[in-house]
């Protein structure tokens, strides 16, 4: 499976199963159009006399030529071996536990997929004893694995921060006598930032999420408080000053376009003059009645601001300034290893999370699902045929996924998303899938467009 594009002046080729990126010409961007696999020695009469009205017969030739050398290098038309590890895909110990601390937020942000804090299961905190089940449960079902992730979340963490505080340090307490290891994550919306919580945080936790929608005018539109006022103000100073302290230890600011803000590069912009440069912006993913949501509709003009974006970067970069958009990073060399090119983020099967009232769910966004309920850790169940099953959710399981030439790189997207928009957690859904493969197009021409001027 192979899969080109032009982009910025760059024809582009993919050879999906190897990984392989080539710059190519338009001479053979065209005669890919017309040889298929397996490839003879010499170039099909038939590529010859389509194109030689356009281009030089020996030109034709011999392009022919170094194309059947990439293929002989296994590098274009190259066997899928992949599928053969996705189809003895197996249970795997759980590593990564989100903890929702809080089914309570003090913003009501328009789209928030977790029904504005609560997830329809009404304002809880999670209580010290429960946050501790759920660490000895992560413990216990981590088998043999010795770095273990925990990520806080909400609602909003930060409302629960005594619970926070005392978890890690409980955690901590485990790890010399368990041979354990844990790696700590926070999402804020900022609001509740102060020296305390930015002092541990800043010692404790491995990566934090900062929560920004951009532009002042864009996030106050949809990131209000209880009372209906904007969040900007209130929170901005206070993610610079943590971002200050925070000196090279990870952290990004994340936010989400919606239908109100197609021109996202601009709130990107707005978020790096802030003097963030490691940012993600999001589509929201929502009921498409909602006044606020994208739709199929809207993509050439996504398409076109994707574009918009990767030369703004590329502008910034060649001042020799950084930025980091996430969404068009690639590790061409090493990438993703197999299994999680195959299954992604490991939802339902490597990933759970766990709610106040001690259910276990896939991830964060299953919770308050009961049909994805997995158990409990009140009382000792976990549904081990369920998790069975999201192993089993991967690209060859999906039918989409199976013939699309970003399967290696989205890993069969989102398994809530394709639940609550397509149906099934096997079923693509199809508005997300366009969007990332524009995003794969502008991160493999920024990429190609690196490993050129490097080689000059």
């Given at each position: 499976m192979i899969h080109k594009f032009y982009q910025n002046g760059l024809y582009i080729l993919l050879d999906v199963n190897s990984g392989g990126v080539h710059v190519?010409?338009?001479?053979?961007?065209?005669?890919?159009?017309?040889?298929?696999?397996?490839?003879s020695e010499n170039c099909p009469q038939d590529a010859v006399d389509a194109l030689s009205g356009e281009f030089d017969i020996n030109d034709i030739e011999e392009c022919y030529h170094e194309l059947y050398q990439l293929y002989e290098q296994k590098l274009l038309f190259s066997e899928d071996d992949y599928e053969k590890f996705a189809l003895t895909a197996v249970a795997s110990p759980i590593k990564a536990l989100c903890l929702l601390v809080a089914l309570d937020c003090n913003l009501r942000c328009e789209y928030c997929f977790a029904g504005k804090g609560d997830y329809g299961k009404g304002r809880t905190?999670?209580?010290?004893?429960?946050?501790?089940?759920?660490?000895?449960?992560?413990?216990?079902?981590?088998?043999?694995?010795?770095?273990?992730?925990?990520?806080?979340?909400?609602?909003?963490?930060?409302?629960?921060?005594?619970?926070?505080?005392?978890?890690?340090?409980?955690?901590?307490?485990?790890?010399?006598?368990?041979?354990?290891?844990?790696?700590?994550?926070?999402?804020?919306?900022?609001?509740?930032?102060?020296?305390?919580?930015i002092d541990f945080i800043n010692k404790e936790m491995y990566n934090v999420v900062l929560s920004v929608d951009g532009r002042k005018c864009i996030n106050d539109r949809m990131r209000k408080r209880v009372d209906g006022s904007g969040s900007y103000d209130s929170f901005m100073p206070k993610f610079k000053k943590f971002a200050a302290l925070r000196g090279d230890k990870e952290y990004y600011v994340r936010g989400t376009y919606t239908k109100y803000n197609l021109d996202f590069t601009n709130d990107i912009m707005s978020l790096?003059?802030?003097?963030?440069?490691?940012?993600?912006?999001?589509?929201?993913?929502?009921?498409?009645?909602?006044?606020?949501?994208?739709?199929?509709?809207?993509?050439?003009?996504?398409?076109?601001?994707?574009?918009?974006?990767?030369?703004?970067?590329?502008?910034?970069?060649?001042?020799?300034?950084?930025?980091?958009?996430?969404?068009?990073?690639?590790?061409?060399?090493?990438?993703?290893c197999a299994i999680k090119r195959l299954r992604g983020c490991g939802c339902g099967n490597e990933y759970a999370a766990v709610t106040p009232d001690g259910g276990i769910y896939p991830c964060h966004q299953f919770a308050g699902i009961e049909e994805?309920?997995?158990?409990?850790?009140?009382?000792?169940?976990?549904?081990?045929?369920?998790?069975?099953?999201?192993?089993?959710?991967?690209?060859?399981?999906?039918?989409?996924?199976?013939?699309?030439?970003?399967?290696?790189?989205?890993?069969?997207?989102?398994?809530?998303?394709?639940?609550?928009?397509?149906?099934?957690?096997?079923?693509?859904?199809?508005?997300?899938?366009?969007i990332e493969k524009k995003r794969l197009e502008c991160a493999l021409t920024l990429k190609a467009e690196k490993l050129l001027a490097e080689n000059e």
């Open positions: 190519i010409d338009k001479l053979s961007y065209r005669l890919l159009d017309l040889v298929q696999p397996p490839l905190l999670m209580d010290l004893d429960t946050a501790k089940r759920a660490i000895d449960f992560l413990v216990e079902k981590s088998a043999n694995r010795r770095m273990l992730e925990v990520d806080f979340f909400g609602g909003e963490p930060l409302m629960n921060f005594e619970v926070v505080k005392q978890t890690v340090l409980y955690a901590r307490s485990l790890e010399e006598k368990l041979d354990k290891k844990f790696r700590f994550t926070v999402t804020t919306n900022g609001l509740l930032l102060d020296d305390e919580k790096y003059d802030e003097g963030f440069d490691q940012i993600s912006i999001e589509p929201v993913i929502a009921d498409e009645k909602e006044p606020y949501a994208l739709s199929e509709s809207e993509l050439p003009e996504i398409f076109a601001e994707y574009e918009r974006l990767a030369d703004r970067l590329r502008g910034i970069r060649g001042q020799g300034k950084h930025i980091n958009f996430f969404h068009f990073m690639l590790d061409l060399d090493q990438g993703p994805y309920k997995m158990g409990s850790i009140n009382d000792g169940t976990f549904n081990t045929e369920m998790k069975l099953d999201f192993a089993r959710a991967h690209v060859y399981s999906k039918p989409e996924c199976k013939k699309c030439w970003a399967k290696f790189y989205c890993s069969g997207g989102c398994n809530a998303n394709n639940y609550l928009y397509a149906g099934d957690i096997l079923n693509a859904y199809r508005l997300s899938c366009e």
